[in-house]
Structure formats: structure tokens, C-alpha cells
């Protein structure tokens, strides 16, 4: 197995980014925790496992950076830990889900789009029979990702796409 240098520091940087993110945002009831993680992903382009250790890695390092910064002793640190675990725990995996909705959607409003398309009109109830639009995405020669058809150079490396 060949380790890729610049993907494992891309990796290591985008954890300590979103420590830091985690760090200033954890504080806001699960939203600051999505969207840290909605950000990182959009940046990041990663496939789920690594997203999910990216949101793993990023949210301890954001706890340390809140244990050892914000609480210099380490009395205070121990109290703090055992009385947060359960919020951090649950901020770390609102990390790792924004971090998975950032990889796979290019901005917010995509994911409204999806709510609000006929995919999820038989969980409400609709029961019409249309079919959904057909979004025509073209795939880049070069890189390999999606890409609309309205394009004509690659969103990702910048080839011309044909």
C-alpha cells in the first residue's frame, strides 16, 4: 500500500482546521458542530470512511484544544470531561455528518433541493407517479468526478471537459 504524502498532510491539516473550528463552534447545540464539519467537507472531497475519521480525528483535537487551552488545570479538565462526555461525543458525530453532507454536496442549498425533490414525496404521502427531473452530470477525464453538464471545464482540476 503506497502512502500519498500530500493527501496524509491534506488529511493532517484538515484535522487540525477542523479542531480548531470544533474549539470556537462546539459551543452552539449541535448546529456549530454540522456546520464546522459542513465546511470541512466541502473542502475536503473525501469518501465516507474517511470522512468519518476526519470528523473522528478533528473533534479530538478540538477537545484538547478546549480541555488544555480553555481549562489550564487539570482538575478542572478531569470535572469537565466526565460532566461534557455526552455532548462531545454527540458534537463529534454531527462533525463527522456535516463533513460526509460537505463531501458529497456542493453547498447548503443542494441539500434543500434534495429535501424538497420527489424522492421523498412517498415518506410525506404523495403517492403521484411522475418522475423525477434527470440531472445530466459529465465526468471529467482526468480527475474522475461529477461534474453538470452546463460546464465546460472541470469544477475539481480545471480540464476542459468534452
Same mark, same amino acid.
Given at each position: &500500500?503506497?502512502?500519498?504524502? !500530500?493527501?496524509?498532510l491534506r488529511f +493532517?491539516? /484538515? ?5 480548531? #473550528? ?5 459551543? +452552539? ?12 467537507? %466541502? %473542502?475536503?472531497? #473525501?469518501?465516507?470512511? @474517511? ?9 479530538? +483535537? ?10 489550564? %488545570?487539570? !482538575?478542572?479538565?478531569?470535572? &469537565? ?13 454531527? /462533525? ?16 434543500? %433541493? ?12 404523495? !403517492?403521484?407517479?411522475?418522475?423525477? !427531473? ?8 482526468? $480527475? ?9 471545464? $472541470? @469544477? ?5 471537459? @468534452?
Amino acid at each position: &500500500m503506497k502512502l500519498d504524502f !500530500e493527501r496524509t498532510l491534506r488529511f +493532517i491539516v /484538515l484535522s487540525i482546521i477542523g479542531g480548531i #473550528l470544533y474549539f470556537f463552534l462546539s459551543w +452552539i447545540p449541535l448546529l456549530g458542530t454540522l456546520l464546522s464539519g459542513f465546511f470541512l467537507g %466541502k %473542502k475536503a472531497h #473525501l469518501s465516507r470512511k @474517511e470522512s468519518f475519521f476526519l470528523g473522528i480525528f478533528s473533534g479530538l +483535537i478540538g477537545i484538547l484544544f478546549l480541555y488544555l487551552v480553555f481549562f489550564s %488545570k487539570w !482538575e478542572i479538565n478531569l470535572l &469537565m470531561f466526565w460532566m461534557l462526555m455526552i455532548w462531545h461525543l454527540s458534537s463529534i458525530l454531527f /462533525l463527522s455528518i456535516g463533513i460526509f453532507l460537505g463531501s458529497f454536496f456542493r453547498s447548503l442549498s443542494d441539500i434543500f %433541493k434534495l429535501l424538497r425533490s420527489r424522492r421523498f414525496e412517498f415518506y410525506i404521502g404523495d !403517492e403521484s407517479n411522475e418522475t423525477p !427531473e434527470v440531472e445530466v452530470r459529465v465526468i471529467c477525464p482526468r $480527475c474522475y468526478k461529477s461534474n453538470p453538464s452546463w460546464n465546460k471545464f $472541470c @469544477e475539481f482540476c480545471g480540464a476542459r471537459l @468534452e
